[in-house]
């Protein structure tokens, strides 16, 4: 099929990936007046933040909540609408509980007089760490909303000239040891690190600056788009073609061409082809060079050297559906297990799957009704696992073991009679995410965070060497999580727009 091109004159970008970074990456270059195609291999758009709908239910995969509700704004703004207009958010309160085995909970809000208030009454010799430690992260969250240039801490010289916020923010530690330098109380050591797994980072490995979620949560709240982010996603699909731009769905990218260093075609399943003169590529990193960017010396090169590299965590899910309602249960929990940090090391050091196991419960139908029938309930129950590098497991045969060993817990904590009031239940596991979003073993979030001594982010948004082309989304530097996707997309369109490729 003969190459489509943008009209002599005007600049034209390709962006692979209709997941929320992908999406977000394409409105902001077609806004900044780069024609832009987006393609995707999935017939609907979301990536890993999608949807199922089953018997009257719409079981939401991906992220429970999302805290950069200003990313959305500004969005929207693009269009010259708001968000509302297209999409009800609804606020998450509390941000989140986290609960114990022995029935102890701790209650985050966004509301100052009400954390000081749980904290008080939960760890109160630790009162004035707290309030320490969320004065630090929400000056890191100040230093860093906005970082200069689309590299911002993968070359030296940007680091360099970086150097004043990344003292103040005293990124050289984890956020592990920040947060056990101004809290005793174990648990709310757990509390305050936790984030950064939900976001896909080991707390012992991410860098302080990863603190920066804590006030980003406080400050601006936790939000749900009526719908989940399958909605979100279809709302932002179809401003992005108001605004002009064009969307191949169900059409997965085969081959990326380049002739000397620079991408000069996308080719598809379909035979499509399209001239681009810059892409980014919001899909797997590992997917993207080896498979296709696999027949060019920097792709071969790059795919070798990210065998070598770690992989963040994968992800078990749970969806399931409760006869009843449950205004008891809050919309996000965490479930502790027994164990913590040594949990966190099973997973992301030993690669062995425990007989414990820490819960992200999400039960989004409190907040939002439509996505469950009346006196019904909808919940998501995330387990964090070793990606398949490093467990590579069966997980046909362990899939339904380990989704009935997660229901048992639900029940046991929350849900005394839960089998009987259970209408469905299915799980999704790192497998699955493999198979179906080419996410390289199986993880939930991309390349692993490294320490900011190795390269904090270590992914850099724009190739050193085939200069055309970018990554965003959690592909992408500061990767992982939904709010950094958002964040690489932002840095990424605007690299281009200011003529860098
Ligand atoms: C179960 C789960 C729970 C999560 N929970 C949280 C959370 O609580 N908080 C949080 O912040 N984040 C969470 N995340 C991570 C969050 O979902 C991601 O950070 C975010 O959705 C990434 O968006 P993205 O657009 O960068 O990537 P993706 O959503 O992965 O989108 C990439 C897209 O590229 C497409 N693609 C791949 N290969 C090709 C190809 N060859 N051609 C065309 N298209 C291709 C894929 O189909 C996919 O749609 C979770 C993820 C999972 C899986």
Redesign the pocket.
Known sequence: MTAAAAPPGTRSAAV????????ATAMRLQAAGIDTVL????ET?????GAEQRDGFTFA??????SDRAMLDELWALAGTTVGHDVALHPVSPLCRHSWPDGATFDLHADDADTTREIARFAPRDLAGYEEFARLASATLADFRTRPGPEPFTSLRAMTGALPQLGRAQAWRSLGSLVAAHVKDERLREVLAVPAL???ADPWAASALAAAEHARMRGGGLWWPEGG?AALARALLARFEQLGGTVRLGD???RIHTLGNRVSEVE?QSGWRVRVGALVS???RD?TWR??LGGTPRGADMAARLRRRGHAPG?F?VHFALEGTWPGIPHRMVLFGPRFRALIEDITVHGVLPQDQMI?LSHPSLTDPTLAPPGKSVFQA?VPVANLAKLPIDWEAIGPLLERRVVDEVGRRLVPDIHDRLIASFH?TPRD?AL????ARGT??GLAVQPLWRGWAGHPLRDKVIGNLYF????AAPG??????LASAKIVAQAIAEGNE
């Open positions: 692979i990936g209709a997941g929320l970074g992908g999406l393609i995707e291999a999935c758009p979301g990536g890993r933040a995969s991906g992220p429970a909540a999302l939900i976001d896909g982010f997965a990218v085969l598809t919001t899909a797997d997917h498979d296709l992800l899910t992200w995330q999704v995410l179906q979003f080419n996410a939930g979030y965003s989304g959690a592909a992982g999580g939904l709010p950094g996707a």
